[in-house]
Structure formats: structure tokens, C-alpha cells
């Protein structure tokens, strides 16, 4: 199971830190991504990372200000998000995929799901 946490609400240029807590201690073995999906809109991806840290990935929206990481002896994977926009707005889900993700931006690559928590950045 995944529990996500930190979100909240916000200003534009605001930073948030998002946590997704993993119950597995096998968490290493999979790669974890972040997903968040705006009102009226179809989930998308924002930024995953792989098994022990090494490759991470990002939609082109957030380039340059989020940062994702994992912490394997916690297992935990993080979101840090700086210079927020409104636009930034939405439930964002972690995911971990057992197979590594290959397609990391592709949701189907994910076997489990965390239940969501909600950003909110107001202009």
C-alpha cells in the first residue's frame, strides 16, 4: 500500500513537499512515479523515479521546479515542488512499479496506487 500526504493549499511561487509512504519494505525493488490530475481533466504524469535513485523523469511543465526522490530506508519517495503555479493544481497519486516503469510516463506501467492528495494553488 501507498499513502501519499502533503499536500495543501497554496500561492503561486509557493513550495509544497509531497510524501508517498510505501508499506512494502521491498520498496527498492520498484520505481516510483507521481501523477496528479486536474478538475475535469484526465490524469497525467509529473515526474518518476527509478529503482536506487538513479534515472529520474518529469513532464516538461514541471522541468526545472519539482524534484523527485525516494529514500529506500524510509521507504518513501518525495515530491519537492518549488515555484508552484496555478496550473500545478490537482489531486497528484504516487505510484510503484515492479517492473521499473520503462515508460515511466505511462500509468499502466504502475501496479500500485496511493489514494491521492489534493494541491491547491491559488494566483
Known amino acids: 500500500q501507498l499513502q501519499a500526504s502533503g499536500g495543501g493549499s497554496v500561492r503561486a511561487g509557493d513550495s509544497l513537499s509531497l510524501s508517498c509512504a510505501a508499506s512494502?519494505?521491498?520498496?527498492?525493488?520498484?520505481?516510483a512515479g507521481w501523477f496528479r490530475q486536474a478538475p475535469g481533466k484526465e490524469r497525467e504524469f509529473v515526474a518518476a523515479?527509478?529503482?536506487?535513485?538513479?534515472?529520474?523523469y518529469y513532464t516538461d511543465s514541471v522541468k526545472g521546479r519539482f524534484t523527485v526522490s525516494r529514500d529506500d530506508a524510509q521507504n518513501t519517495a518525495y515530491l519537492q515542488m518549488n515555484s508552484l503555479k496555478p496550473e500545478d493544481t490537482g489531486v497528484y497519486y504516487c505510484?510503484?512499479?515492479?517492473?521499473?516503469?520503462?515508460?515511466?510516463?505511462?500509468?499502466?506501467?504502475?501496479?500500485?496506487w496511493g489514494q491521492g492528495t489534493l494541491v491547491t494553488v491559488s494566483s
Open positions: 523515479v527509478s529503482r536506487l535513485g538513479r534515472d529520474t
Open positions: 512494502r519494505r521491498t520498496f527498492s525493488a520498484y520505481a
Open positions: 505510484a510503484a512499479s515492479w517492473s521499473g516503469a520503462p515508460r515511466p510516463a505511462d500509468a499502466s506501467e504502475y501496479d500500485y
